[in-house]
């Protein structure tokens, strides 16, 4: 189906209004669906991220080693590597294998060995030195890559190893900790890019990157005239110069390149004007123009990577125009043919665009913008580590000739240093800062801790796409959706507030492609027809029946019958003799029958796509190339768990997309042995009783976030405003509702080395056997608090004790207790559900404690269904006060229908008529996204037959009586079960207040924050309001009796602050040396340190105290 | 209270079904007031005993101890005796420690897996230290004699290979107000009897077809065609349910009052279906013993607190 394509694009120019037919009708597409499974079965959900990283450790990674192989330090003595491979993941001490479970329990990180094979020479013998499987660093292994243990099992092993097989994998284990690289989102390089700068000009733009250089390169139009504008060159350069400057003296030659319609050569004049009245003519005068417009300071850095930098002045502007201009169209042996008409081509189409303002690109089009994955990322520190690496080995190697005493043979592998790498790949990826000075690229939070709190939210995580612009940007543009992100990019999941519509998530059936092997496939092209261009004289590109071919932002050639070119390529394509991302592509039996295609952002444009086949209507169709899969593709994994999304107001679902990650819910199979900082499950999570075939393909009816709730639409008791919650009061008896709150508290057994470290000890009992401080009861024999064990706030975890001194002698050692207490709510239960023992890296001896609370929910706790409709729990009213139906139903929650019409979420109001459907037929009813054609989402009419014939209303509507009066209520109420989910907010961690308490000790203010027992701030507008109304002796109290009252000494002689001597049972003014004049009096602390921190900059404030 | 009008009214009670789990009767000449009192004490105020307090000694299994706990409670036990049982809190004959035959049964849970088979931990392995007091599916399979090797009992928790779980319980008697563990009904609803009027002579207007789409038009089967005299007729009354479908569908077909159906306000139809602490009859003989006992607390009342409430509603 369609993907998003990452690298190849086949571009035909001027394609005509015939788009290509597929070879022969499908006979009957309906149970196309079946695809959808097999296809996440072949690929997975993250399989981005797996083939990304994939393709780093099998070719990227050898690409690198080939292109930085042979390190000289003179020229008998040098460097190279042959080999490079990635081993398996295991712990270096004992050789066991690692398991990413157990890295997760023991704060280590899941990586593997990189080893290479080397050749060096010593400068002494002549035959070179041969070693194989050096080791040079550790690489982190992404889950379920083709390096990890976890690749190729299934669920069984999978159970074994500790592993949740509905895990997607996708992310790394540093540090015990689970880190996602984000996909990065960036702009189409090497591409032609014609747009309106800021000043109103005309542009095109190319971003060039290869290997060696990233450069920009911009023509502009000006007063009629254009001009190359290149960081390089103080001053924009026109365009006839830069063209002299490649050779291309003649100006007749430039016309023809661009083309032979006269208006171009109209547009063109001003520029050819201009060029000969600064009486440019010859190749030698352009550059020599160019080299004085030369800038020097900016350049600097940019020499470093000009390989061909030869005499100073001359060859200033001719190796810019080989190396940065343009940099990715190559020049081969001085030949600059390939960059005239490829600057020939940008300058074509900036005409084009003055003739005819629509071919303007568009920025944001999902066709120029590529992603950036953690492949990719890596591949770049990894680059720039080896290059580190390497740069070392031969500084050592070189101070190592230096020595004169040295002794055996040199041995080049010994200078490798190990940790470059290993510490080096490491620290990114746990801090996400990718600060590479080498490629100028200094990124943040480019790798994320996974969130772990839904499996949907982790789900989420990995298919989410980091914006390239910075987030503080008021643009509207890259925000709005567009057009054509159909199919590749999620319509609905996007945060709310500064990064929205910036960062975005992959949809459903999403492709990101890797690199492709290049060198076959333009041989391919040209035994196609291509003709290269070097063979063709200027006027002939330009000819009627002639159509550029691009490969890859490079024009390859020029075709006379683009279209049989084009088909012939989608042949070659579909019998899967080329890469299936060669533009467009397909799967697996299906794939290789090519049958299904992926198709790219780029190559929609020239594909009519049904989503149905019965759907053609006007469009005749024998004109549609491809029919989609299935349309509820379109959306992500995340918007997938909503029912009826098509039915909802949209920002209703881009709630939603944002809650059902905070949604409690099951985690993993491997919950329980999980060791998060924080967990929240639910205790008898449901799958929804009205399901999509997306919940059923990610798994989400395994491990759903949420139950089912029977839902009254109707108001009662006044405490359901605003769209609180009424809740039934036997229902949270019965376990709704009901969750499981994990916290981690670590204590470390620190070790100070020599053997010299904590002790932890039993805990210590009085003559009569009783423990000597009380809350030491949960200890075990081990002085370790024991699991099952019920703890409460300030009770004793570890009976720890720290060495005061470090002597060998264990007698002489003195410890003093260093114990570790257990922070909790105060009057709230909760027991110790595991602890876990290990020994990290550094020797230390870590012990995790994992406590386990048990909440029902109560008052204020957040509740929120799939349709983006939240709300807080507002009373909790005993079932025999809740209104009942004859057949006994009672509700289990209350929503008031003020909720509906302004937020229009009738997907809400059809999963409520399904859901009552489904209980009382015993089956799951279908919502998919625009799945009503196809059947996989239940027609409203069907729902309300299958009701009727259950006896209930067709309306969803039920009688009911109230509970409280025993008669009937005055309306039909709406009423079936609702997919209910509880949302992590909840009361218990939020509550606060404080009546006196701990004080910042600066100020002597109270502190702030919930953490820290602070107080609740008077602000400076509350402040403002007791100020207008006039209440001096409030605002006195509030901002300083309950704040920071405290007592001075002030001498009235000279307004200053003194001191009250203790001694002498006196105030003292220490500025006129006497106790005379002295007055008391009260000022907040703060005011006193403000006339100190004044003074001390040599500004006396001076109190003038009048009698009060 | 001058008036000395009684209001008293002597309800009828016509039972129409009557088995150990449920309940179908009449309550006739009396209003929603009393109807509803009846509900709401049979949901929330008869006593039953459920498993409260649970120390747990070895629970190596799958779910929390908490989570264990809370099923435990959930598991109805045979409460026969529950109305003559002490409150735990009432009681002065013990420290509530479960000891005490007046207010609490102790029970037992002892069951470890030994093979590869999953071994169900069901409500049957709870023992119960008084034969009154068992869980109601172990009560039921004794009454019928018969083992069936399909029903296990209630599901607490499953155990795999190595797991353990032993536990002490104790069961106490409480009320549905302070948990719905306590509460002895599944379900206790009622309904109002409807009263159908057809208007017969409204009705012979109407064609064979019209008719047909009249009684269809009601989601339950309340009327049906007698095949001989083609007249239009209530099948089942109470399978009305108020759904007004066929009012609206005689005034869409232009003849409103065609049908007319009202609630008749004194009678109710009384569905009552017990989770098995106490059988269903029982169930509504120990609410109204309930209701008595309230109704005699409000009458023993100090009189002073009634002329408070006198001066509250205006004086009279």
């Known amino acids: 189906m369609v993907s998003q394509q990452d690298d190849m694009v086949s571009q035909q120019e001027d394609f005509g209004a015939n788009p290509n037919l597929l070879a022969a009708p499908i006979k009957s597409p309906v149970d196309k669906f079946q695809l959808l499974p097999a296809f996440l079965k072949v690929r997975g959900l993250v399989k981005q991220h797996i083939d990304s990283f994939n393709y780093f450790v099998n070719y990227g990674m050898k690409k690198i080693m080939e292109a930085n192989a042979l390190h000289k330090v003179t020229d008998t003595i040098y460097l190279r590597y042959i080999n490079i491979s990635v081993g398996e993941p295991y712990v270096a001490i004992d050789n066991i294998k690692l398991t990413p479970q157990f890295c997760r329990l023991s704060d280590r990180t899941y990586s593997a060995d990189i080893s290479v094979d080397i050749e060096y020479t010593d400068g002494k013998g002549q035959h070179p030195t041969r070693k194989t499987s050096v080791k040079i660093g550790r690489l982190p292994i992404m889950l379920r890559s083709c390096n990890c243990v976890l690749n190729g099992k299934d669920e069984t092993e999978l159970a074994k190893l500790g592993e949740c097989p509905l895990d997607p994998g996708g992310y790394f284990v540093v540090k015990g900790t689970e880190k996602v690289i984000l996909i990065q989102e960036q702009l189409s390089k090497n591409r032609i890019l014609i747009d309106i700068d800021g000043k109103g000009r005309i542009t095109a733009s190319v971003t060039c990157s290869t290997h060696e250089v990233k450069s920009k390169t911009v023509f502009f139009m000006d007063k009629e005239k254009i001009y190359l504008q290149l960081n390089q060159f103080v001053k924009p350069i026109p365009i006839m110069v830069v063209m002299k400057a490649m050779g291309t003296e003649s100006d007749q030659e430039v016309v023809q390149m661009v083309g032979r319609n006269p208006r171009y050569g109209d547009l063109l004049l001003p520029s050819i004007q201009e060029c000969s009245s600064e009486r440019i003519y010859s190749q030698e005068q352009a550059l020599d123009y160019m080299d004085a417009k030369f800038n020097f300071f900016k350049s600097c850095s940019i020499q470093l990577f000009i390989t061909s930098f030869s005499t100073l002045k001359e060859g200033r502007a001719k190796s810019i125009l080989t190396d940065v201009f343009l940099a990715h169209v190559p020049v081969k042996e001085q030949n600059f043919r390939p960059k005239c008409i490829y600057a020939a081509v940008m300058l074509r189409r900036m005409l084009d665009a003055i003739l005819n303002s629509d071919t303007f690109d568009d920025k944001d089009y999902v066709g120029n913008k590529r992603l950036e994955l953690s492949g990719q990322l890596v591949s770049l520190l990894f680059e720039d580590l080896f290059k580190t690496m390497n740069t070392q080995a031969v500084q050592r190697m070189n101070y190592a000739m230096g020595q004169s005493n040295r002794s055996g043979a040199l041995d080049f592998s010994r200078y490798i240093v190990t940790d470059i790498i290993t510490l080096g790949l490491e620290k990114s990826i746990s801090t996400g800062n990718w600060d590479l000075k080498r490629f100028r690229m200094h990124k943040k939070g480019v790798s994320q801790v996974l969130s772990r709190l839904s499996y949907i939210g982790a789900l989420g995580h990995m298919t989410r796409i980091s914006p390239q612009f910075e987030k503080t940007r008021k643009v509207s543009g890259p925000r709005a959706l567009q057009p054509s992100q159909w199919g590749m990019l999620c319509p609905c999941d996007t945060p709310e507030g500064e990064a929205c519509g910036l960062t975005k998530n992959l949809a459903l059936m999403t492709h990101v492609t890797t690199d492709e092997e290049e060198g076959p496939l333009i041989s391919l092209c040209y035994s196609l027809g291509v003709e290269d261009l070097a063979h063709l004289s200027a006027e002939e590109i330009y000819a009627n029946d002639s159509y550029l071919v691009f490969f890859n932002g490079l024009i390859l050639g020029k075709h006379t019958r683009p279209h049989t070119f084009a088909n012939a390529m989608r042949r070659v394509r579909r019998s899967g003799k080329i890469g299936e991302f060669v533009g467009f592509r397909t799967f697996d039996d299906f794939l290789h029958d090519g049958l299904i295609e992926y198709l790219d952002v780029n190559e929609q444009n020239n594909a009519l796509i049904a989503l149905y086949e019965h759907e053609a209507g006007e469009i005749d169709r024998s004109e549609i190339t491809h029919i989609e899969i299935e349309p509820l593709t379109l959306l992500g994994v995340v918007a997938g768990l909503i029912p009826y999304p098509h039915h909802n107001q949209s920002p209703r679902n881009t709630y939603q997309c944002a809650m059902g990650k905070q949604a409690m819910g099951n985690i993993a199979f491997n919950q329980l042995s999980r060791a998060d900082t924080l967990l929240y499950l639910l205790v008898y999570a449901q799958r929804p009783l009205l399901t999509t075939k997306t919940i059923e393909l990610v798994g989400y009816d395994k491990l759903g976030a949420g139950q089912n709730a029977t839902v009254a639409v109707m108001s009662y008791s006044g405490y359901d405003i605003e769209d609180a919650i009424v809740m039934n009061k036997s229902s949270l008896d019965r376990g709704f509702g009901r969750c499981i709150a994990m916290k981690k508290q670590t204590v470390v057994r620190e070790n100070y080395g020599g053997k010299v470290s904590d002790i932890i000890v039993a805990p210590q009992r009085d003559k009569d056997g009783a423990l000597i401080r009380k809350n030491m009861q949960i200890l075990g024999a081990d002085g370790i608090a024991e699991p099952g064990q019920i703890v409460r706030n300030n009770d004793m975890l570890v009976n720890k004790k720290s060495p005061l001194n470090v002597d060998k002698d264990l007698k002489t050692r003195t410890y003093k207790d260093t114990p570790a207490f257990f922070k909790g709510v105060e009057g709230e239960t909760t027991v110790i559900d595991r602890v876990l023992i290990y020994t990290d890296n550094n020797e230390k001896m870590p012990i995790k404690f994992i406590i386990r609370h048990v909440r029902r929910p109560e008052l204020g706790d957040k509740f929120s269904s799939r349709h983006g409709q939240k709300g807080v729990c507002g009373t909790i009213v005993n079932q025999e006060d809740f209104p009942f139906s004859e057949r006994g139903i009672c509700p289990d929650l209350i929503m008031n229908p003020h909720g509906f019409p302004s937020r229009m979420t009738i997907g809400k109001m059809i999963e409520l008529l399904g859901g009552k459907a489904g209980v009382s037929w015993g089956r799951f009813h279908y919502g998919s996204a625009f799945g009503e054609p196809s059947g996989n989402a239940c027609k409203v009419d069907d729902i309300s037959n299958a009701l009727i014939q259950k006896g209930f209303s067709y309306s969803g509507k039920d009688f009911l009586y109230s509970g409280i009066l025993g008669t009937p209520l005055q309306a039909y109420i709406f009423m079936g079960p609702i997919y209910y989910q509880k949302l992590k907010h909840m009361v218990l961690d939020k509550m606060h207040a404080r009546a006196k308490g701990p004080r910042v000790m600066l100020t002597r203010q109270p502190t702030e924050g919930r953490s820290r027992d602070g107080g609740l701030r008077l602000g400076e507008m509350e402040r403002d309001c007791l100020i207008a109304y006039g209440a001096s002796m409030l605002i006195f109290e509030r901002l300083m009796l309950s704040s920071d009252p405290y007592q001075v000494q002030v001498c009235q002689k000279c307004g200053l602050l003194g001191y009250y001597n203790q001694k002498l049972k006196k105030s003292f003014c220490s500025m006129c040396k006497d106790g005379e004049n002295m007055a008391t009096m009260k000022l907040p602390y703060a005011c006193k340190l403000l006339f100190q921190e004044l003074q001390s900059m040599n500004v006396v404030p001076r109190l003038k105290l009048t009698e009060a | ?316």
């Open chain 2, 1 to 316: 209270m001058e008036d000395t009008v009684s209001y008293q009214r002597l309800p009828k009670v016509r039972i129409r079904e009557m088995r150990d789990d449920f309940m179908k009767f009449e309550l006739r000449e009396t209003d929603a007031s009393m109807a509803n009192a009846l509900r709401r004490v049979m949901i929330a105020e008869v006593p039953t005993v459920a498993i409260d307090l649970v120390e747990i000694s070895v629970n190596s299994s799958v779910l929390n101890d908490e989570f264990i706990a809370h099923r435990l409670g959930l598991i109805p036990l045979t409460s026969d005796n529950a109305m003559e049982m002490r409150f735990s809190r009432d009681c002065d004959s013990c420290d509530g420690d479960g000891q005490c035959e007046y207010c609490s049964v102790e029970f037992h849970l002892s069951a470890k897996c030994e093979s590869d088979q999953t071994l169900d931990v069901t409500s049957a392995d709870l023992h119960s230290v008084d034969h009154r007091v068992v869980p109601v599916d172990v009560q039921k399979a004794f009454d019928s004699d018969g083992y069936d090797p399909n029903q296990r009992g209630i599901l607490i928790v499953k155990l795999r290979r190595g797991q353990e779980l032993k536990l002490r319980a104790i069961a106490r008697k409480g009320i549905g107000k302070d948990h719905a563990k306590w509460s002895p009904a599944a379900t206790v609803t009622f309904m109002y009897e409807p009263q159908i009027h057809i208007n017969e002579e409204l009705m012979e207007t109407l064609t064979f077809e019209e008719k047909e789409s009249l009684v269809d038009s009601s989601p339950t089967k309340v009327f049906s065609i007698d095949p001989d005299t083609q007249q239009v007729v209530v099948m089942d009354a109470e399978a009305y349910t108020y759904d007004e479908e066929v009012i609206k569908k005689a005034e869409s077909m232009g003849k409103p009052g065609l049908v007319e159906i009202y609630a008749k306000e004194d009678s109710f139809i009384f569905t009552v279906e017990s989770t098995g602490a106490i059988k269903a009859p029982q169930l509504v003989i120990n609410a109204i013993k309930v209701l008595q006992q309230k109704l005699d607390a409000v009458r023993l009342q100090d009189d002073n607190n009634f002329n408070e409430l006198d001066a509250h509603l205006g004086g009279s």
